[in-house]
């Protein structure tokens, strides 16, 4: 097996996103199209209209011009960073999902770090404490976990950490105290997730003869676990992190719901409720865009840490 | 969250693939043995069981009309009258709870349909044919994947509007990768068996091949994403309802009942409370019935 060399695998990884980038704006663009009816009604809002307005909506949006025509003025403005106006608050698209860009990824990263910090040692710990009930109490949180819809969670968190104890609170950004519950929310089923894979890989991994080496050797049961065990075992959980992002993203954005927070799952909803289709477009394809960005960073990024990944 | 369940049985269950056709029955038979002997498993079709039942018999079992409102009892907190309490309308919460999995469960199974037929159809010819179909295939996989579920099911509501079919349409459409990827990546190493080779020589055409002899040897791997998938297609169907994108009001359903009683949680918990806990015990016991059919259809795990 040849090795490839990095930068070689890092141009193979970015040519592989062409075709997403082009699916995903594709996509969106068809959005107006494949939606039943004339697009033009959609664009007129729901008010009746002359035939002469008709006609000067359709010029005003290129509806008159080709298809083909049409989605490259779309992915031309795209790329000048000109989604167009929002149909309901004339605002330029950019402005709105720039202002809900930041709370969102802020929201999924701390959700991340809890779900990396609260899955990894529930993991471990299941692991270490194997067939006990210390792992059995570890496997039910992580039940729990990802049979618990983000919403309910957070819902029930608020009701008891908000209303009946005030310890957090409910509404409101800005620091760290408006963060804590919401992120918690977002991660807890992540970290349901990576408790099961890190439990599994961990007893798995401390079955290796290199472990059982590393204790014969008289090293402390610590430094086994933390130095030779967990390092190797933490992999197949790291792997799955970009697939985790999804889920993130997608937690944030219901959870943003549950705490009235501001951000792209709100634009979103509002957006689809008032059929504010150039609006959908853009908050669709920027999640979307984010999401492959990210699993690319954390692709490239294994194979700068892991050179196996490289092979084949 | 269904992106990560898939995950995790991708690579373990598809080993599975053992000649199976011969005994179909007996592994059936032999499935659900070692499923009655997981405690956990049992616990999940017991509940399961019940849940289905309630809901079947809703009619019957419910002790007040779901969407008729009584101006009477309005907010009361749960009592003997009324077992759940009753919502901002005065209308019992237990019943419309009752009533509310007739939307929610069935949402979850057509989509699952929905997503497993078209999944499985798709994975069978990209891994089967391989060259340009595996390639167009996957890269539409690759594009679906760009977009968390959860989005992708909202754009889809955006395209079609909010109606029961449509919810069903974008929470099934929203699963077909998963499917799709699962079933390939079965398919590959399952074509290569002699057995695929033996009913080429003697003559079954490339349709019969696919759906008689390796479909029914990648059914472990399927069974298992479609049931743990369930859970997902449920918890789907009811967020986009919570978010206002589902089934609307009055008509109950566990997502938009929870939804009516979001800003109330302060003072009047139980109108969200008991429709989320009717979908965290649907969810827990389907998942419950997933791992258990998982650790019983994944040779890897017997022995542990």
């Not at chain 1, 997403?20 to 039943?36: A, E, N």
């Not at chain 2, 009892?73 to 009533?99: C, K, M, W």
Request: charged share 15%; net charge positive; glycine share 8%.
């Amino acid at each position: 097996m040849l090795r490839t060399p990095l930068s070689t695998y890092i141009i193979r990884r970015l040519i592989q996103a062409i075709p997403v980038l082009i699916g995903i704006s594709v996509f969106t663009f068809l959005m107006v199209h494949l939606t039943p009816g004339d697009p033009v009604v959609l664009f007129a809002g729901d008010k009746p209209i002359s035939d002469e307005e008709i006609v000067q909506i359709r010029h005003q949006y290129g509806l008159d011009k080709p298809l083909w025509e049409q989605y490259a003025d779309y992915v031309s403005g795209i790329a000048h960073g000109d989604f167009g106006s929002g149909l309901h608050s004339k605002r330029p698209v950019t402005d709105t999902i720039m202002e809900a860009l930041w709370p969102t990824i802020q929201l999924a990263f701390a959700g991340l770090v809890v779900a990396v910090l609260f899955g990894v040692s529930l993991g471990i710990v299941a692991a270490i404490f194997h067939n006990t009930w210390v792992d059995s109490l570890a496997m039910v949180i992580a039940l729990l976990g990802v049979s618990v819809p983000v919403f309910y969670l957070g819902l029930l968190l608020l009701f008891f950490l908000s209303f009946k104890y005030p310890i957090f609170p409910a509404t409101g950004t800005g620091d760290l105290q408006h963060l804590i519950l919401p992120a918690f929310v977002v991660g807890f089923s992540s970290a349901a997730y990576i408790a099961r894979l890190v439990r599994s890989s961990m007893l798995e991994t401390l079955r290796q003869d290199y472990v059982t080496t590393a204790r014969a050797k008289g090293l402390r049961e610590r430094t086994v676990v933390t130095r030779h065990a967990l390092r190797n075992a933490l992999i197949p959980a790291v792997t799955y992190m970009g697939l985790q992002f999804a889920g993130l993203l997608g937690g944030a954005i219901v959870t943003e719901q549950v705490f009235s927070r501001p951000g792209l799952g709100r634009v979103a909803i509002t957006a689809i409720n008032n059929r504010d289709y150039p609006l959908i477009q853009g908050t669709v394809l920027i999640t979307a865009v984010i999401y492959v960005m990210v699993n690319l960073l954390v692709d490239l990024s294994y194979a700068v840490f892991d050179p196996r990944i490289r092979y084949a | 969250m269904p992106e990560s369940q898939a995950a995790t049985i991708a690579p373990s269950t598809q080993i599975a693939s053992l000649e199976l056709k011969s005994r179909s029955g007996g592994l059936a038979r032999d499935t659900f043995r070692k499923l009655t002997r997981n405690p956990g498993a049992v616990a999940g079709l017991i509940v399961l069981c019940l849940i289905v039942l309630a809901t079947i018999f809703a009619p019957t079992i419910a002790p007040y009309d779901p969407i008729e409102q009584d101006t009477q009892t309005i907010r009361q907190a749960p009592s003997r009258e009324h077992l759940n309490g009753t919502d901002t309308f005065g209308r019992d919460v237990f019943s419309r709870v009752l009533y509310g999995g007739r939307q929610s469960l069935p949402v979850g199974l057509i989509a699952v349909g929905i997503a497993g037929v078209v999944g499985v159809l798709t994975g069978l010819a990209a891994g089967y044919y391989g060259r340009w179909v595996d390639t167009v295939t996957m890269r539409m996989v690759d594009i679906m994947l760009a977009f968390p579920g959860i989005l992708l099911a909202m754009s889809i509501v955006a395209i079609l509007g909010t109606s029961l079919f449509n919810l069903m349409l974008a929470v099934g459409i929203a699963a077909i990768p998963e499917y799709t990827r699962v079933v390939r990546s079965s398919v590959l190493s399952a074509r290569e068996a002699e057995y695929v080779t033996a009913a080429r020589v003697s003559g079954a055409s490339n349709s019969r091949i696919m759906l008689k002899h390796i479909f029914p040897n990648i059914l472990p791997p399927v069974i298992v994403l479609a049931t743990l998938g369930m859970a997902g297609a449920i918890i789907l169907g009811s967020t986009l309802s919570f978010l206002g994108l589902g089934i609307q009001p009055p008509t109950p359903e566990w997502g938009n009942m929870m939804s009516d009683g979001r800003t109330l949680m302060r003072h009047f918990w139980w109108v969200s409370f008991f429709p989320g806990l009717a979908i965290m015990l649907t969810v827990l016991s389907i998942n419950l019935i997933g791992d258990g059919l998982r650790d019983a259809l994944d040779p890897r795990l017997h022995n542990r």
